[in-house]
């Protein structure tokens, strides 16, 4: 089946780090590149991060440059998210995505979300 | 940055009614341009990208269409399954970005 399935989400404390995990499955995932989008409760869709398919090419929203860095195994079909210094705004669902197989990143695959809550 | 404008927020429309929603783009995107379905607790959905091309499996009442800075999705015979929240994305150039949402409610 084709899917992908997040995880590592959590409940962490302002200035702290989470690492979020996305596995792929169904399809060649070196192919692809692969994407993190997110959306705070009762919010739009706020896209963070994209990585090439070899990993050799990434991008950042600047609201999370320098904080956050994606990363992908192709071995293990999975993609990362390392959050560090999270702020109460970083608070959202978190979806890894697949991009169409089709020049740009529009996303024809998503996975379920996972939730990352910043408190004290 | 390009910015992504869509029109209107809410939008309240009957079963059988045709429905467009309006994106913006703050610059050219060619036709760079996709639109994503959204139902509450659930992933975005695709629908149409490249501005008019309809994703595999979505239904033919969908439609895209525009190019440059103005694009509409067109909802004809509105169905019960199509109240949701829509969004268009650009991917022209990075940063990526999305439009605000159009909330479809039942009239």
């Known amino acids: 089946e084709v899917q992908l399935l997040e995880s590592g989400g959590g409940l962490v404390q302002p200035g702290g780090s989470l690492r979020l995990s996305c596995t792929a499955s169904g399809f060649t995932f070196s192919f692809y590149t692969m994407n993190w989008v997110r959306q705070a409760p009762g919010e739009g869709l706020e896209w963070v991060s994209s990585?090439?398919?070899?990993?050799?090419?990434?991008n950042y929203a600047d609201s999370v440059k320098g904080r956050f860095t994606v990363s992908r195994d192709n071995f293990k079909n999975t993609l990362y998210l390392q959050m560090n210094s999270l702020r109460a705004e970083d608070a959202a669902i978190y979806y890894c995505?697949?991009?169409?197989?089709?020049?740009?990143?529009?996303?024809?695959?998503w996975g379920q979300g996972t939730m990352v809550i910043v408190s004290s | 940055d390009i910015q992504m404008t869509q029109s209107p927020s809410t939008l309240s429309a009957s079963v059988g009614n045709t429905v467009t929603i309006t994106c913006r783009a703050s610059?050219?995107?060619?036709?760079?341009l996709a639109w994503y379905q959204q139902k509450p607790g659930k992933a975005p959905k695709l629908l149409i990208y490249?501005?008019?091309s309809l994703q595999t499996g979505v239904p033919s009442r969908f439609s895209g269409s525009g190019s440059g800075t103005e694009f509409t999705l067109t909802i004809s015979n509105l169905q019960p399954a199509d109240f949701a929240t829509y969004y268009c994305q650009q991917y022209r150039s990075y940063s990526l970005a999305f439009g605000g949402g159009t909330k479809v409610e039942i009239k």
């Open positions: 490249r501005a008019s």
């Open positions: 610059q050219s995107i060619d036709s760079w």
């Open positions: 995505a697949k991009d169409i197989p089709d020049w740009g990143s529009a996303f024809d695959l």
């Open positions: 990585i090439t398919g070899d990993g050799g090419g990434t």
